[in-house]
């Protein structure tokens, strides 16, 4: 079963617009990465959140984690057509892990109507 | 630039057939993962390795199986290919604990 639920499954907004995507797990998060992928292309990682409260921005995408580490939202200010994707969250299974392995949600696939 | 490197874009086998995927990563990552995405499913793990000549079963390892010979190289195949692993493959690295991944551009592989 999934560990990560996104929401919204999709999302049409206008250009210019402002939006957020939510990311939510029932379990502690010990490490949050957002990916933006192109339809039938691989992930791109974007940010990495690892403690309560923090926030992270690039360009025009801005990444928080809660401040109880089970829920992240990416918030994209002044959308473009180059932001269309799906963009996915994943989240480490355990601190403990070795290997570092990812859960990861079904995604949210952004349109950007110009 | 580093990279992730799947060998093929696009693939279609027969049923039955072997299949070879291949994976090679020039960042000298020690874990490196084989993923399938499908809609309404999500990415799920299929087996990964965290050092050579090693690994571990996924969530979905029935049907695949994996080598790394190398460290920069790992090799999913399925056995006997069938109709329900129809997907899109994705191969991932890692350098370690709490970090991002590194993906391939992806494998479409449908088999018919």
């Known amino acids: 079963s999934q560990e990560l639920e996104q929401s919204p499954q999709s999302l049409i907004v206008q250009e210019g617009k402002n939006l957020t995507i939510n990311c939510t797990s029932s379990?502690?998060?010990?490490?949050l990465y957002w990916y933006k992928q192109k339809y039938g292309e691989g992930l791109i990682f974007l940010m990495m959140?690892?403690?309560?409260?923090e926030e992270k921005s690039h360009e025009k995408i801005t990444a928080k984690l809660d401040e109880k580490k089970q829920q992240s939202s990416l918030h994209i200010t002044a959308s473009q057509p180059s932001h269309a994707g799906i963009y996915l969250c994943?989240?480490?299974?355990?601190?403990?892990?070795?290997?570092?392995?990812?859960?990861f949600g079904d995604g949210t696939t952004l349109t950007v109507k110009p | 630039d580093v990279k992730v490197t799947q060998s093929s874009r696009y693939l279609v086998k027969r049923t039955g057939e072997k299949v070879f995927l291949e994976c090679v990563q020039d960042?000298?990552?020690?874990?490196m993962f084989w993923y399938r995405q499908d809609p309404g499913l999500g990415l799920r793990l299929i087996y990964f390795?965290?050092?050579?000549?090693?690994?571990e079963k996924g969530d979905i390892p029935e049907g695949y199986s994996v080598s790394r010979e190398k460290k920069e190289r790992f090799s999913l195949i399925l056995e006997s290919a069938s109709t329900n692993q129809t997907s899109m493959y994705l191969c991932?690295?890692?350098?370690?604990?709490?970090?991002?991944?590194?993906f391939g551009s992806g494998t479409r592989l449908t088999v018919v």
């Open positions: 960042m000298d990552h020690e874990n």
């Open positions: 994943g989240a480490d299974r355990s601190i403990n892990t070795n290997a570092g392995k990812s859960t």
């Open positions: 959140l690892q403690k309560g409260g």
């Open positions: 991932a690295s890692s350098p370690g604990q709490v970090n991002g991944y590194t």
């Open positions: 390795s965290y050092d050579v000549k090693m690994k």
């Open positions: 379990k502690t998060l010990y490490g």
